[in-house]
């Protein structure tokens, strides 16, 4: 019994890695076009959100369902004036409402992202590839961001999807 297991495990294993790495290299990515030193631009950021948003399988262009994008806050005092954002609605057509199902924020000098409502800050290995890439053009790093997140209320206690690896 215990030699059947072990076949199976062996057997198996091999394919799990496998359609692992299709999940983690099915989202091709993004050309974002010349950075600049000052960051990204809105177009460039939203780029990167739609990248997000295809690694977490959220479909913004349903039916009743859009993005307002928000521009950069012009206050340098701001916590927000490093960001971009949007925020992700749906209009019921049965109802006289919309439904906020989602503030995104995305850092213009590092490409961060995170949905501020929930704190969730999103991470997977492609994005870390494109992060790494805008950084090299600002010089600026997602650990030197830590006190403009700590200035917004939820960032106390941001949730991380892993760690985020330098190289």
């Not at 006289?96 to 800050?121: M, P, Q, Y």
């Not at 997602?142 to 403009?148: C, M, P």
């Not at 200035?151 to 941001?158: E, K, R």
Request: hydrophobic share 40%; aromatic share 12%; with cysteine.
């Amino acid at each position: 019994m215990l030699i059947k297991l072990r076949c199976f495990l062996l057997s198996t294993l091999p394919l799990i890695v496998f359609c692992w790495f299709l999940n983690e290299a099915h989202a091709q990515p993004i050309k974002l076009g010349r950075i600049s030193s000052e960051g990204l631009s809105a177009k460039q950021a939203r780029k990167v959100l739609d990248y997000v948003f295809e690694h977490e399988k959220v479909k913004p262009n349903l039916p009743h369902t859009f993005i307002e994008s928000n521009s950069l806050v012009k206050d340098v005092d701001s916590p927000f004036s490093k960001y971009y954002t949007f925020v992700l609605y749906h209009s019921d057509p049965n109802a006289a409402a919309l439904s906020n199902l989602g503030w995104f924020a995305v850092s213009k000098d590092t490409g961060d992202v995170f949905e501020i409502h929930t704190c969730k800050r999103f991470q997977f290995s492609s994005l870390q590839v494109i992060q790494r890439k805008i950084m090299k053009q600002t010089g600026k790093t997602i650990d030197e961001e830590r006190q403009l997140q700590e200035a917004v209320d939820c960032f106390d206690g941001v949730t991380l999807q892993g760690k985020f690896s330098p190289e």
